[in-house]
């Protein structure tokens, strides 16, 4: 509450805009928080979340102050038209999706009314809507009972779909379905993106009068919601997945846990530099660039804007760091690098949090104790920690922050390591930052901490840019989702080594979105597969420049696959740091995560 110089830019920024935003328009739990003031500067070391609140510390405001941030769902990128391809129908008739739930253990209806009764949603009278149940009640044969059931809740369709739509009416048993065995509600993708979402009114059946042939009684929700939501509202206990083309072959026991996950560790660009020491080998950043104050500022707002995207579109949980310049860690943005956790690929064995050997001496620093000790928290007590530091350079006693630069085998994380989690395969491109012979140990480690299976496999290859150098770090050149993988296999030289990457994807059931060198050096491979953090759904977060260079073929596939592709424009972090979005964010997987 005292007043505290603030002569950084940086820290101004966080002071005077970002913080004061957030403890205006958010209402959060903090489980963990802690303000400490060194060098005559404040800096926040943690802000956690509890419950289902998420970390929004560089919120609209901060955005603001740098314009109105280009989200992803409201962007200038051209809407690729989603085909709902086999999902529509030409019928004529009325029809409807008998669900069995809602939070008073009543059924939902939902109700596609015939052509006739399309309109704009909010045109939806009670004339109208006696017409459509009264039509869905012939073409069911129910007259009088089910439908018409006193408490049955009923999602009348509304949106967007008319008359002279291109498709046709969409097939509902094709966009939602019910697997009442495992308790799960298969989605469509199309429905969770706005230019293809379906609109639905909120109809409660009233009593009728005994005897009566008038048209039921109902209550209206006059606000119409997408049908995801309404889906939501009404499925407590419902796991929600997507309806895709592939789904991966059964592992030899099946995973117990996603393959991505809803909650992440950030660390914003508070004092960020560009990092002399890592130019020597990342072709994607200059080898000469300079930081001003005006950069640094730039560069916040785009964390702010990433930030903002990952919280509020997809609800993620972020527990989000900073770092000042008594750290020493210019490239403290990209903490994927220095830890990783992993759950096993059955109940039985432990969680595990693995820590990495970094080539450059000053990424090295970026290894806190605070934040290691929060992760600790977070992956629980029987988390198992793995140093792969040790195995890299086994000097009693020492640490590995003064291990040489050069001579020594280095494992750079979730940068060296790209993992399909579901399948337990680890792809690793290898570098001056990635050697086979460590990714083995590493993967005999984990697996020896977890007592059990977390890695079954690692698939080494080389990778080369356009200028036929070696690619420093796996995860610029692919990522690997649940069902799907963006991977440029022509940077892979060795006819044999793609054949590998290629056979293991297949065999594993992905369909791969195959970019080129180019799109490689707008960052398209530099992605990650988040669940939604209140649908439980998949999408790929990437880069604005790394979005608009996938061609139209290339967002279909994916679409397919995922929710959305969500994305923000952090051109000057990507410029000067040789990184993206993938880089930013380490991923987070606990305990909780398991399926019961």
Known sequence: SSAVALPDARLRFLMTTALPSLLSSVSLSLSCSALSLSRSS???AAVTTSGNHHARFFSSAASAAAGEPETSLQSRVPKVPHSLGECHVDAADAQHLRLPFDENRNPLTIVLPNRRFSQPPMAMKADKISRILADAEAVENISGGGMAAPGTKVAIVSAPFRRDHAYGMPNLEALVQLDELTNTLHVCPSLFRPETTLLATEVTIAE??????ESVDFDVDATPLSLVDVLMQHSPDVRMKLITPTQPNEPMSAPVHAASTDRVLMVAPTCFQVNAEASADNTFMPKDGVATDEIKDTVLREFSRLHNVITNELCVDVELFTHDGYHGTPDAVFPNNWFSTHLPLDENGNGV?????MKCPNRRREVRTDM???VKRLCGPDAKLVDVRKMSWP???ACFAAAPQEGLPFLEGTGSIVMDRGAGVAY???SKRADAGLANQWRDAVNKAAR??????????KSFDSSGGLIYHTNVMMMV????????????HDMAERSAVENQLAADGKEVVAITKEQMACMAGNALELQHGLYGVPYVIMSTQARESLDADQVSVLERHVAGIAHADIRTLETLGGGSVRCTIAELFCEEDVVE
Do not use: K, M
């Open 42 to 44: 404040a800096v926040l």
């Open 353 to 357: 949090i693995a820590l990495y050997p």
């Open 372 to 374: 290691l000790n929060h």
């Open 395 to 397: 000097e009693d006693g």
């Open 452 to 461: 059990t299976e977390i890695v079954r496999r690692v698939v080494p290859f």
């Open 208 to 213: 009728r009068q005994q005897g009566s042939s």
């Open 428 to 430: 690793v491109s290898l």
């Open 481 to 492: 989702g649940s069902t799907y993988a963006i991977v440029c296999l022509e940077a892979i």
